[in-house]
T-cell receptor, first 117, second 113 residues
Framework: GAGVSQSPSNKVTEKGKDVELRCDPI?????LYWYRQSLGQGLEFLIY????????KSGLPSDRFSAERTGGSVSTLTIQRTQQEDSAVYLCASSLGANGLAKETQYFGPGTRLLVL | GQNIDQPTEMTATEGAIVQINCTYQTSGFNGLFWYQQHAGEAPTFLSYNVLDGLEEKGRFSSFLSRSKGYSYLLLKELQMKDSASYLCAVRDRDNNAGNMLTFGGGTRLMVKP
């Protein structure tokens, strides 16, 4: 597609339920990133995939959060046993993935707005 | 790690000029980015600096001083549609193959008539 797409655009769930958020990166982009943005706040890094390398999970806030990327393209972020503090906008971005190329730009999807009741 | 600071909010008048500052601390600086984010939308790329000096793109310019760990985004001839959050982000070559960006908290700019 022309840009990064995410689904669903909005998700309302009950505390304790599991949710799955999907990201389709720009075709040909080998790097994929997940961020979380709480209301009025900056972007909090969650996880980074680069090609076939092991993902950098250093930003995941707890073991309830996990992500996978199948076939080097689509990624799914899963939050188990959701809590109210998980409510935020979850943004996905992708980039070409040229290691160390300073000017490489990340392109963002529209985000999934998650509300945990 | 990185430490990125920018003002939380700014207000300016339509037609005026505004400068949004960003200071950072990083071990292996490898580029600074500015993104614009309208409320409820995704961030969009505005500008990139890796060498000292000013990069101009129409009404928007971005400046970098690596020795001072300092950048600013300059917006000229402000329009109402420029009301948005402006995010400063730094790339560090020592951070996971140098691809990852660390974002500041963003500066919410309100343009008034």
């Amino acid at each position: 597609g022309a840009g990064v797409s995410q689904s669903p655009s909005n998700k309302v769930t009950e505390k304790g339920k599991d949710v799955e958020l999907r990201c389709d990166p720009i075709s040909g982009h080998t790097a994929l990133y997940w961020y979380r943005q709480s209301l009025g706040q900056g972007l909090e890094f969650l996880i980074y995939f680069q090609g076939n390398s092991a993902p950098d999970k250093s930003g995941l806030p707890s073991d309830r959060f996990s992500a996978e990327r199948t076939g080097g393209s689509v990624s799914t972020l899963t939050i188990q046993r959701t809590q109210q503090e998980d409510s935020a906008v979850y943004l996905c971005a992708s980039s070409l993935g040229a290691n160390g190329l300073a000017k490489e730009t990340q392109y963002f999807g529209p985000g999934t707005r998650l509300l945990v009741l | 790690g990185q430490n990125i600071d920018q003002p939380t909010e700014m207000t300016a008048t339509e037609g005026a000029i505004v400068q949004i500052n960003c200071t950072y601390q990083t071990s292996g600086f490898n580029g600074l980015f500015w993104y614009q984010q309208h409320a409820g939308e995704a961030p969009t790329f505005l500008s990139y600096n890796v060498l000292d000096g000013l990069e101009e793109k129409g009404r928007f310019s971005s400046f970098l001083s690596r020795s001072k760990g300092y950048s600013y985004l300059l917006l000229k001839e402000l329009q109402m549609k420029d009301s948005a959050s402006y995010l400063c982000a730094v790339r560090d070559r020592d951070n996971n193959a140098g691809n990852m960006l660390t974002f500041g908290g963003g500066t919410r700019l309100m343009v008034k008539p």
